[in-house]
Nanobody
Framework: QVQLVESGGGLVQAGGSLRVSCAASGITFRAYAMGWYRQAPGKQRELVAVISSGGIANYADSVKGRFTISRDNAKNTVYLQMNSLKPEDTAVYYC???????????WGQGTQVTVSL
């Protein structure tokens, strides 16, 4: 019933840009906080950016100034604009939706982002 579908991943050169998208269905999108997480080989899944239902964004220190999270409630979609990409940004990027801090989140299946030197 609930579905989060990521798109926009791919291969990009260091210093380049990429935008990934996550389309949600089966939830009252505007009531959910949305987030992007990533997991690189040999590392734990980490928070990249979150945006509240009111549009307030927070970022991991490693991506501040380079990444921008945004949402379009009319399209039930959250975006992550990634600029000045570095090889260490290479990971599978996952979309996350959470109604409250104490509720179980929903997850997408992820999209691969690879940054080459």
């Amino acid at each position: 019933q609930v579905q989060l579908v990521e798109s926009g991943g791919g291969l990009v050169q260091a210093g380049g840009s990429l935008r990934v998208s996550c389309a949600a269905s089966g939830i009252t999108f505007r009531a959910y906080a949305m987030g992007w997480y990533r997991q690189a080989p040999g590392k734990q899944r980490e928070l990249v950016a979150v945006i509240s239902s009111g549009g307030i964004a927070n970022y991991a220190d490693s991506v501040k100034g380079r990444f921008t999270i945004s949402r379009d409630n009319a399209k039930n979609t959250v975006y992550l604009q990634m600029n000045s990409l570095k090889p260490e940004d290479t990971a599978v990027y996952y979309c996350n939706a959470r109604w409250t801090a104490s509720s179980n989140p929903y997850w997408g299946q992820g999209t691969q982002v690879t940054v080459s030197l």
